[in-house]
């Protein structure tokens, strides 16, 4: 018996370890230091976990409930993150602090969080149904 890929997954699964790459590959260094953290990659993280959350809109099952929600989390926490380094950047007189890197990277770990349940849920959901 012959299977065929199914591309939604596929492309659902992309974008969820996507957005979890993405977001852990920014929040490694040192939790203070601007020179570890790339803005570009902050927004790279913030525009995968939207499109990742468009994804989940169309299912209707209780675990796609939950991987909305999970990936809600995280795209408000990167927004969230995102508006702090844009306020430190352009908006505070004393410029990008150590402080507001600090919010920063602690905000995108907290989302980082919800993307590792994001993914799990998903691993979970690929094991049950191959058990079908």
Same mark, same amino acid.
């Given at each position: ?7 939604e ?6 974008f969820v370890?996507?957005a !979890?790459?993405l ?10 230091n601007?020179?570890l ?8 993280a913030?525009a995968?976990?939207i499109?990742?959350?468009? *994804?989940k809109? #169309?299912?209707?099952t209780?675990?796609?409930?939950v991987?909305l929600?999970t ?8 927004i969230? !993150?995102a *508006?702090v380094?844009i306020w ?9 602090? #150590?402080?507001h890197?600090?919010s ?5 770990a907290? !989302?980082?969080? !919800?993307n590792f349940?994001?993914?799990?849920? *998903? ?6 149904y191959?058990?079908r």
């Open positions: 018996m012959v299977r065929v890929v199914n591309r997954k596929v492309v659902f699964g992309f370890l996507l !979890a790459t977001n852990f590959g920014y929040v490694v260094g040192d939790i203070d601007p020179r953290h790339n803005v570009y990659e902050l927004y790279a913030v995968v976990n499109i990742a959350t468009i *994804l809109f #169309g299912d209707r209780q675990i796609g409930a991987q929600a990936s809600l989390v995280a795209s408000i926490q990167l969230i !993150a *508006l380094w430190g950047s352009h908006v505070d007189a004393g410029g990008l602090t #150590g402080e890197m600090a920063v990277v602690s905000i995108a907290g !989302a980082l969080l !919800a349940v994001s993914v799990i849920l *998903l691993i979970m959901e690929t094991v049950s191959r058990r």
